[in-house]
């Protein structure tokens, strides 16, 4: 092919879905435009598996002349991306029945900017992508119009917001080391010696961190797949935690030069928040919330990775490749058991069995048990961390069982309150079925088949027994109490929910004040400002405050938390270990 | 007279004489008006269109009467002098297409539109005038042709609010007058030049030129809404829509703000200006506008006041990139000077057919709007992203470029101000896009004017916020076509640092 025929069929990946969201929002009631939105992600999909990495080509006149490229990792980030998309398009078609017209314009510019961002290969092409993506993703959030999902949604549009100005911030001044060079390759190659490195940093990290579910700035993960209707949670769920990902391998300097300090900080936020999201699972009642701290989870075991490419004196091309592995096998493990929790809930008597045996599929590859992709993905990032030859590898290497560990756990409580056991009505639909039947082919079969440079050495019994240990434990565990549970023994009645978000309600106290502050000032003028202070001080020392302690303290006997905290202990300690 | 010197004067005729012609033919006379009205601002455009090529060409479009001895009326069609001209012919027949369908059933059109032409006249006038008096002939001109527009419904508040307009106007223009004369005196001209004139001056004149700054800063400075001078431009909004865009987006405040750019470039020159100590100030002032701005405009439950303090704040986008010496800064200022105006006149001209249609005028009520009239309120959607500075649209070129800008100059403190900026913007556009799209509508709009036809509202008054609207992305996603603003304003950045 022609460059230019290239170009423009790398293109069609974002373009049909985009051209597709400007029909459905000029006629939102059109059947046809209805059955073709599914299949819109099927030009990204084939692109992905056909085309050759190494392409590129400029559009001049786009933004300060855009250029797009299709290598390794963005071939990876696209096939599994589309493939999410696709499998999430089935659904959506069978079960958005409330408004769909709105649903698809929202859901086709999600993905058209879900699959532009990958094949960018400059910073504003991508961030073009990512801003759209973001933005259009508040319409996913929201569709429901209840409470929950406007609370949700406007979480989640601040914190883009935010982010978004970050990224801008961060860009601006990237371009001002490179002289105005906005290609990714000379970005990540200012950045590890630029004077203001660790602004920038910071402002990428948490930028994307957003979408990552980064530990700190994860509290709309748990709001946005709680509310989200179901099609639109597999992808946010599969795609757009990607998205953040790739941010940061497209951006952070993981090539030379590397960044000790940062690494290091990011493999410890990385561990941190592997157990935390498994923590506070653990407490969950809904499905899909549980499956949003199982995705910080799993968010932070690939931070992990990204903290030692960033931190790898030699640099982390090696790192690259295991991170963008990972983010395939979560994105279609975490696809499937989130579209599998859709379908459980709709299923019949007859196939309860057969679709319980599907999630537990599904949560295994997860877990990393033998034999499962999750083994060859966890195995492949710890050879790559040892190929690294970073001084602190030891401790990580030996949290990374207790992380299976704590995945397993969570994802045990997934399957107790996901299991089919209850009868709910209605009927899951071919199609869904058919999109998970394949997300689950893909869960078991997709990160063996994908082309990589290294393959570790699976089968040996110091390694498989590594991988079984945490699980057999973990599912012991999570078998002893449920059936504790079963037979109402006493310190489980306490068991408390933290509300999903966690650490969200003190965000929200803050803000709440700062807010009412400034709105005192503004109505009635800078004296009301010293009655505004006051005023603060008075909020913080009342309730919520001391209700919320009073909460914590019931909320510390219950067993996960004992549990976990005992976890804690562990990763403090190994954490002690790397500084 | 030749080609080159007939040009200027054509291209002011083609909206003067369709305005003195307007006041000539009777009131009930409606086509009649139409037709002069879209006649002159189509070939006022075509004119343009022809001048800007020959500039891009390197022609040169001079005219010139002598005035006093030693001072000519000038009128010089610089690079530029032909963004402000462009940007405002290309609105101007925008906006006129919107008056006519928007006073379709009121009365006073006559006046109305006479002095519209008027006001675009001048507008055009301040953008080539080639010296100081020049410019202050005109910008005066721009004061009394606006003032029949603001106070155009006759009401008490509209009254009162012309009152305060004239006030501020007028005081801005006798302290502007002021300092053009002190100036002449201390350097024996007024002509612009493309780096300065005032740089030769001796050093012991350095004291008065700083207050001279000041002097001309003030006077135009109310016209550009700088904080504390902004106050006559919320209270302005109670005019017509069509008057509200000509005031935001088109003609007073750019006129005030174009002024800025030629006494920071053309009379001191900006590396001067740097050298004397005068841009620092005038940054810290526009960035205080540009926070001060967003944050009274998150307050106003007032669609069009929101939309005017918002105003406030991004106009002064274009004074920062000014005040801060750097070429990329300067390129930034430069073309938020087109991309405010074609975010803003759509902002505006949606809230009028809100206003129109359905007798919208509060945030309040807009609940679900979006259901009732989807065009309208995309056009508003679109150009309210713009205005937080989200890709590809055209305020996130400019934000890109006074963010390099800011940083290239060594002032990183640009850089949180726009991020600062982004974020209140966000939070008082979001608010009013989830109130339209996201929230249920009443059962039945109490006011609602609309044609039972499959329009939300006419055609008039839909197709020229979809057109800016249109522009706003088309000009931004395509920013380095040769075509586009940015290029032009790459080009007119070049001529005024030292090679």
């Not at chain 2, 004489?17 to 009649?32: D, K, M, T």
């Not at chain 2, 010139?64 to 001072?71: I, N």
């Not at chain 2, 501020?168 to 007058?177: A, E, I, K, M, S």
């Not at chain 2, 000509?246 to 006129?255: N, S």
Request: hydrophobic residues 55%; charged residues 10%; contains cysteine.
């Amino acid at each position: 092919m022609t460059p230019l025929a290239e170009l423009l069929v790398l293109l069609l990946s974002p373009a049909v879905p985009l051209l597709l969201a400007v029909a459905t929002m000029i006629r939102p009631a059109a059947s046809t435009l209805q059955r073709a939105a599914p299949w819109a992600a099927l030009p990204g999909l084939a692109t992905g598996l056909s085309m050759s990495p190494g392409i590129a080509a400029t559009v001049p006149w786009v933004l300060q002349g855009s250029e797009f490229g299709l290598d390794h990792t963005g071939r990876t980030f696209l096939v599994f991306s589309a493939a999410i998309w696709l499998a999430a398009g089935m659904a959506a078609r069978a079960w958005i029945a409330d408004r769909p017209g709105r649903f698809w314009s929202y859901f086709l510019l999600v993905m058209s900017g879900s699959l532009g961002l990958i094949i960018a290969r400059d910073m504003l092409g991508f961030y073009l992508f990512f801003t759209v993506m973001s933005f259009a993703s508040y319409g996913l959030v929201a569709h429901r119009r209840n409470q929950r999902a406007r609370h949700a949604g406007s979480v989640y549009v601040t914190f883009v917001l935010a982010a978004d100005m970050m990224i801008y911030a961060a860009m601006v001044l990237i371009a001002r080391e490179t002289g105005g060079d906005l290609l990714f390759e000379t970005a990540r190659g200012v950045l590890s010696d630029a004077p203001d490195r660790d602004l920038v940093m910071t402002l990428l990290v948490v930028g994307f961190g957003v979408k990552v579910g980064l530990l700190g700035i994860h509290v709309t993960l748990p709001l946005m797949y709680g509310a989200a209707p179901t099609p639109a949670g597999v992808v946010l769920a599969g795609v757009l935690t990607g998205a953040g990902l790739l941010g940061w391998l497209r951006l952070l300097p993981l090539e030379a030069g590397a960044v000790p300090e940062w690494g290091r900080l990011l493999m410890a936020a990385g561990a941190a928040a592997a157990f935390y999201g498994a923590l506070v699972g653990l407490t969950q009642r809904e499905p899909r919330v549980v499956l949003a701290y199982s995705s910080i989870s799993q968010m932070g075991i690939m931070t992990v990775g990204v903290g030692g490419a960033v931190g790898a004196p030699g640099g982390g091309g090696a790192l690259l490749s295991a991170v963008s592995l990972y983010a395939l096998h979560h994105g279609f493990a975490k696809a499937a058991l989130f579209l599998g929790a859709g379908v459980a809930e709709r299923v019949s008597p007859r196939h309860r069995p057969l679709v319980s045996v599907g999630l537990v599929v599904a949560a295994l590859a997860l877990t990393g048990a033998p034999l499962t992709t999750g083994m060859l993905a966890k195995e492949t990032l710890k050879e790559a961390l040892a190929a690294a030859s970073l001084p602190w590898s030891q401790p990580v290497k030996l949290a990374l069982p207790w992380m299976s560990f704590a995945t397993t756990l969570v994802l045990a409580r997934f399957l107790w309150v996901a299991w089919p056991d209850v009868a709910r009505g209605g009927r899951p639909g071919a199609g869904p079925v058919v999109a998970w039947v394949g997300l689950l082919v893909l869960t078991v079969s997709a990160a063996w088949l994908w082309p990589m440079d290294m393959a570790p050495e699976l089968w040996r019994a110091a390694v498989l027994w590594e991988t079984s240990w945490p699980v057999l434990l973990g599912a012991s565990v999570s078998a002893a109490a449920v059936l504790a549970v079963r037979r109402r023994a006493r310190p489980f009645a306490a068991w408390r929910v933290v509300p999903p978000g966690d650490v969200l309600v003190v965000m929200t106290a803050v803000a709440a004040v700062l807010v009412r502050g400034w709105l005192a000032v503004a109505r009635r003028g800078l004296p009301a400002a010293g009655r505004a202070a006051r005023n603060w001080l008075r909020l913080l020392l009342r309730p919520p405050w001391s209700r919320a302690a009073a909460a914590a303290e019931a909320w510390l006997a219950a067993w996960p938390v004992a549990l976990t905290l005992l976890l804690g202990g562990i990763v403090t300690f190994w954490l002690l270990l790397l500084w | 007279m030749s080609w080159n010197a007939a040009l200027p004067l054509l291209v002011l005729l083609s909206s003067l004489a369709p305005g003195v012609l307007i006041f000539a033919i009777p009131e009930s006379f409606r086509r009649w008006r139409t037709l002069l009205n879209l006649a002159g601002a189509v070939l006022k455009v075509a004119l343009v269109g022809v001048m800007a090529l020959g500039v891009a060409d390197g022609q040169e479009f001079e005219l010139r009467f002598p005035l006093l001895p030693g001072m000519d009326l000038a009128l010089v069609a610089d690079p530029l002098a032909m963004l402000l001209v462009v940007l405002s012919s290309v609105l101007w027949l925008v906006t006129t297409v919107y008056a006519v369908g928007y006073l379709e059933r009121s009365p006073h059109r006559r006046r109305f539109f006479g002095f519209f032409s008027i006001c675009v006249t001048a507008t055009v006038g301040v953008a080539m005038a080639g010296n100081l008096l020049t410019f202050l002939l005109f910008y005066e001109l721009l004061t009394l042709s606006t003032y029949p527009l603001v106070v155009h419904r006759g009401t008490d508040v509209a009254r009162r609010a012309g009152r305060v307009y004239l006030i501020y106007t007028l005081t801005g223009g006798t302290v502007l007058f002021g300092g053009i004369v002190w100036l002449y005196v201390l350097a024996g001209t007024v002509e612009f030049a493309p780096r300065g004139f005032v740089s030769g001056l001796p050093a012991s004149e350095h004291g008065s030129l700083a207050l001279i700054f000041l002097i001309l800063v003030a006077g135009v400075g109310v016209k550009a809404a700088l904080v504390p001078l902004h106050g006559w431009l919320p209270r302005a909004m109670v005019a017509p829509a069509p008057v509200s865009a000509l005031l935001h987006a088109v003609a007073v405040v750019k006129a005030g703000v174009f002024g800025i750019v030629r006494i920071v470039q053309n009379v001191y020159g900006v590396e001067f200006s740097l050298d004397l100590g005068l841009t620092p100030p005038l940054a810290v002032v526009a960035a205080v506008t540009i926070v001060y701005g967003s944050l009274r405009a998150l307050h106003q439950d007032d669609l069009k006041r929101r939309l005017a303090f918002s105003t406030v704040s991004q106009v002064s986008y274009i004074v920062l990139g000014t005040a801060v010496v750097g070429p990329l800064a300067t390129v930034g200022g430069l073309v938020h000077l087109v991309h405010q105006g074609l975010m803003k006149i759509t902002l505006f001209l949606c809230a009028g057919n809100l206003a129109e249609t359905l007798d919208i005028h509060r945030i309040s009520e807009m609940n679900g709007v979006a259901r009732r009239m989807p065009w309208t309120m995309a056009a508003f959607s679109v150009a309210a992203l713009g205005m937080i500075g989200l890709p590809p649209l055209v305020g996130f070129i400019s934000k890109w470029y006074l963010g390099l800008g800011g940083v290239e100059a060594g002032e990183s403190w640009v850089l949180a101000v726009l991020v600062v900026s982004g974020m209140l913007n966000g939070a008082y556009f979001l608010p009013i896009l989830y109130a339209a799209w996201f929230r249920e509508p009443p059962p039945r709009w109490p006011h609602d004017q609309g044609s039972p036809g499959r329009l939300e509202t006419s055609w008039w008054l839909l197709a020229p916020p979809l057109t800016t609207a249109f522009l706003t992305l088309f000009l931004g996603l395509l920013a380095s076509a040769p075509f586009s603003p940015l290029r032009w304003v790459q080009f007119v950045g070049g001529l005024v640092y030292e090679p």
